[in-house]
């Protein structure tokens, strides 16, 4: 069965950094994109960034690009997002979920974690 | 980047009845479109990939149609399970885009 476990959600400050982890399982970790996307509260779903099965690629909404960086431990099956910078408007569940431009979307998603940006 | 407009934002219907959302694309995006249904609280799950595939599991009275620019989820008869939040995605090129969701609720 395929799991995504994410780690690492907290209330920070603005301009603060938190990092997001994701532990996968049940798949060839590496052979697949892996994408974060968010859900800020009672609002609708937004993609934040992907990168590619090695890990050399990757891609960012404009809304974090420069903020955020995406990257992937493949040995130890685990995602990232390191989040530096952040504003209120950040705050968000982050579903980590296995998919991306390949992959056809999105199949499965974690169960999120939330980051609240906050003073 | 590609902006997809999906209508209804919401809709109010009977169990029984026959249900469609549509997404329409602001460039071709061939078939490369995925419907998700998100219940309150929970984690969005797929139930159509390539416009038209059925995710396993899903149930056959849901059912996906279009390519290009303009497609369609219907539901053929509302279940009681079936009211929440439906959204559309594109996957053919980033930034992947999301529809902003159609809320399905009870008549």
């Known amino acids: 069965e395929v799991q995504l476990v994410e780690s690492g959600g907290d209330l920070v400050q603005p301009g603060g950094s938190l990092r997001l982890s994701c532990v996968a399982s049940g798949f060839t970790f590496s052979s697949y994109a892996m994408s974060w996307v968010r859900q800020a509260p009672g609002k609708g779903l937004e993609w934040v960034s992907a990168t590619s099965g090695h890990g050399v690629s990757t891609y960012y909404a404009d809304s974090v690009k420069g903020r955020f960086t995406i990257s992937r431990d493949n040995s130890k099956n685990t995602l990232y997002l390191q989040m530096n910078s952040l504003r209120a408007e950040d705050t968000a569940v982050y579903y980590c979920a296995k998919g991306g431009m390949t992959g056809k979307g999105f199949d499965p998603w974690g169960q999120g974690a939330l980051v609240t940006v906050s003073s | 980047d590609i902006q997809m407009t999906q209508s209804p934002s919401s809709l109010s219907a009977s169990v029984g009845d026959r249900v469609t959302i549509t997404c329409r694309a602001s460039?071709?995006?061939?078939?490369?479109l995925g419907w998700y249904q998100q219940k309150p609280g929970k984690v969005p799950k797929r139930l159509i990939y390539d416009a038209s595939s059925l995710q396993s599991g899903v149930p056959s009275r849901f059912s996906g149609s279009g390519s290009g620019t303009e497609f369609t989820l219907t539901i053929s008869s509302l279940q009681p399970e079936d009211f929440a939040t439906y959204y559309c995605l594109q996957h053919n090129s980033y930034p992947l885009t999301f529809g902003g969701g159609t809320k399905v609720e009870i008549k």
């Open positions: 460039q071709g995006i061939r078939n490369d």
